[in-house]
């Protein structure tokens, strides 16, 4: 099984990138932070260090592709037959462009020229934490595993994330009458290429309804395909939680206090303190840094030290 690996990315700090950004904001400049914050765009490096731990522990991975607004990481080796940089302008109809929503950037990805039918999509700020086969992603049939969670949705115009999920569970229990209500763990996604496909013929006057220039909670976004995907029995659900690793009784107990947790994945806010101290204690295989408006230039350094730390074997696809 081929399977390859697509990013998103932008370098919120190019004065080019940021004024032709700014020209689409409102006069006044005052938008959501959630929609057109700082933190959507802020690049920390973050990226050298997913592709790190990617062919670290995951060096099964075809190739990886990068999408992007015509940008490019200056440490980024493009000879590299491996990696790939995709333009927003290859993928997204004209008069869709420019965008700065990744949720409508998400839309098109299955229109990436030779990206295999079976792929991982990662944001810049999650990584792989420890060796993991193909079969962590995917079952023995080819079917990608969808990693949810317990979280109490409510629909709030201020809360952008949740509103897009309850309206993509609407969107599927109208269609197929069943949706599962658990929410996605935000980390490393299994998608089938034909499965977008397929999302794109069943649900494509919604999904291209919803491609606006800026995030809104009416956006489509990309649970829509993992929602479909299990309601017609083409993917796995796998719960995650602080302990879903843990097998038998003792293993069990000693999570209840705490103690010895293994998980699948772990969210951690980039401004914690000590993200290595979540790490030891939940000891997940793949991680996220979740960056939101709260952090500081002091927090985003610490970061950049940690996963210098954490990452510090320069990858082949560095300069």
Request: charged share 30%; glycine share 4%; with cysteine.
């Amino acid at each position: 099984m081929e399977i390859d690996l697509v990013y998103l990315w932008v370098d919120g700090s190019d004065p080019v990138w940021r004024a032709k950004k700014n020209s689409f904001l409102p006069a006044d400049r005052q938008m959501p932070v959630q929609a057109a914050g700082d933190c959507r765009y802020v690049q920390n490096d973050e990226l050298r260090y997913s592709l790190r731990s990617a062919e670290m522990y995951a060096p099964w991975i075809r190739r990886i592709y990068i999408v992007t607004d015509g940008q490019t990481p200056e440490w980024l080796d493009t000879s590299n037959p491996r990696v790939r940089v995709v333009s927003h302008s290859e993928l997204i109809p004209a008069e869709l462009l420019p965008v700065f929503n990744s949720c409508t950037i998400e839309l098109f990805l299955a229109r990436i020229p030779d990206l295999s039918e079976h792929f991982l999509y990662a944001n810049d700020d999650t990584f792989f934490n420890a060796p993991v086969a193909p079969e962590f992603f995917f079952d023995a049939a080819g079917r990608p595993i969808v990693r949810v969670k317990r979280q109490s949705l409510r629909r709030h115009p201020e809360d952008i994330y949740c509103c897009q999920l309850m309206r993509m569970q609407e969107l599927v229990r109208s269609r197929y009458g069943r949706c599962t209500s658990l929410a996605p763990h935000h980390n490393i996604d299994a998608y089938r290429r034909s499965d977008w496909e397929v999302c794109d013929r069943e649900f494509h006057a919604e999904m291209f309804r919803s491609c606006g220039r800026f995030r809104s909670g009416d956006d489509w976004q990309r649970m829509l395909v993992s929602y479909h995907m299990l309601a017609v029995g083409r993917a796995t659900m796998r719960k995650v939680s602080r302990r879903n690793r843990s097998s038998g009784l003792w293993e069990r107990l000693l999570t209840f206090f705490g103690v010895g947790c293994t998980s699948d994945s772990r969210c951690i806010p980039a401004y914690v303190p000590d993200p290595g101290a979540v790490l030891r204690k939940y000891d997940p295989v793949l991680f996220c840094l979740n960056d939101d408006a709260r952090m500081t230039d002091e927090d985003r350094r610490r970061v950049r030290e940690f996963l210098e730390s954490r990452f510090p074997k320069k990858s082949s696809f560095e300069k």
